[in-house]
């Protein structure tokens, strides 16, 4: 069975995606063909938004599902004209929001808040200077300033990390490859010893590894299985010595390995 | 006033996080101090953000305001005995979205959709690689592979929104600064001629550009006002010249010149 969803927006569309996505991840039985519209703000926009539904529901022989959080009552009105089942996703709780809060929602928001008024923006881009200056153990000497500093095998996951820490949460990320020759000394490189109380390692399984590495060198001594699982099991051993917390990022995804990072280790986002 | 918002789920948190983060942007005269705890995957953890609630709660002289993502009826029935104001965030949708589909939601998920079984784990990687790769007129060579070449003038936000791109949609950006040195020839970077069709312009007002630029370089020419304005003005004139579509980044978030720029150029998407 396949069925199409859609997330409509006047802005991004991100909170239509984030809680569309959510709610149709608890049916991984049927197959979804999502599109997004997002900007959706005048009439010929929502005109031509309901053309699409119709022509998908033609298409599919079933109405489509829509995740909708529009602001404007005369455009919903539009979209809800469609051949479709929509949710109103902001408005169905803004009611009884409203009540407990005791006040009047605004009605001209939905927009993304402005950069401008963002006192967070500059943070941003610090934080995602900061990352890129700091990726690779390209530069030791911020570490002082650094939030955190991940480390682990190559290919690890620590560079998407890194970004994802420093581009939603403002964190200064650093991050530190152990090598080959830094575990010829069986030991924690130098470099991260005095920083012990910031280090933060990411394991991966062996198998996984080698299937990541081969999409960059296919049939080489760094892509194989045995390289890999040598290195994994030095570097656990590492983490285990000096007590670094770590997680196996093998099945788990950057949103979520970066969340339990500042679950477990209590460091404060910078902005949400 | 002054009331406290908590985002809860068994997982990430940022679904609760981001519905919940969209409702309270209605009520821009409430000052809201937001709390996400995430992983609460236990009795002891529930009972913890209970306890955590019911501080709120006191200190606020206000019941906090909960948005709540959990799977578990029994954790969310520990959650909801706490001193607070609780929005079911999932489940409100669920029932109506079962029976439209005419199936029943599995209880096991929640948990964001892990890594291997992602056949875009890779390719997300491999976008975050090109993008750092081809980040500030570094590389050349790959501008074929390019999804989309952003170009401006430095510090006009193409470094976060080329990373932002790769992040979140597996896009392959490179980006290209026009300095002053390309000015001077009043023409397009040659670089950049062969590629016209993949181009796309960031611009910024000229006090916003200084404004970020001190941050970097106080007091230096790079960071006037008048330098700024300068190359704002010739960067505008390139771009109208040669038929660039661009977009005004001033009062932008990342998320929303991201999203634009897709919504401009019809590129797809590698995931959601």
């Known amino acids: 069975m396949k069925r199409t969803a859609f997330f409509i927006s006047d802005s991004t569309g991100i909170t239509a995606e984030v809680m569309g996505e959510s709610l149709l991840s608890h049916f991984p039985g049927i197959e979804f063909d999502k599109q997004v519209l997002p900007y959706v703000d005048s009439e010929a926009k929502a005109n031509e938004a309901v053309a699409t539904i119709n022509l998908a529901a033609e298409r599919d022989g079933n109405r489509p599902i829509i995740f909708e959080t529009l602001i404007s009552k005369n455009l919903r009105r539009i979209i809800t004209s469609a051949n479709g089942f929509s949710f109103d996703v902001i408005n169905t709780f803004l009611k009884p929001l409203e009540q407990e809060l005791g006040a009047h929602s605004t009605s001209d928001v939905g927009r993304p808040r402005v950069a401008s008024k963002d006192t967070n923006y500059i943070r941003r881009i610090e934080a995602i200077n900061f990352a890129l200056d700091n990726d690779d153990g390209a530069r030791l000497n911020r570490y002082p300033q650094a939030d955190i500093i991940l480390t682990g095998v190559s290919r690890s996951g620590k560079t998407p990390t890194s970004l994802y820490l420093a581009l939603q949460f403002g964190i200064y990320p650093a991050n530190y490859p152990i090598t080959e020759e830094d575990m010829e000394v069986f030991d924690l490189p130098k470099p991260l010893r005095e920083y012990r109380g910031k280090l933060f390692g990411l394991t991966i399984s062996a198998e996984r590894l080698t299937a990541i590495r081969k999409e960059r060198r296919a049939n080489s001594r760094y892509a194989s299985v045995d390289q890999c699982r040598r290195e994994v099991a030095e570097v656990e051993r590492l983490f285990e010595q000096y007590d670094i917390p770590y997680i196996d990022t093998t099945d788990v995804s950057i949103e979520e ?15 949400r």
Chains 1, 2 share one sequence.
């Not at 969340?259 to 404060?268: P, Q, S």
Request: aromatic content about 6%; proline content about 0%; glycine content about 6%.
């Open 257 to 271: 390995i970066s969340t339990r990072i500042l679950a477990t280790t209590g460091i404060e986002r910078h902005f």
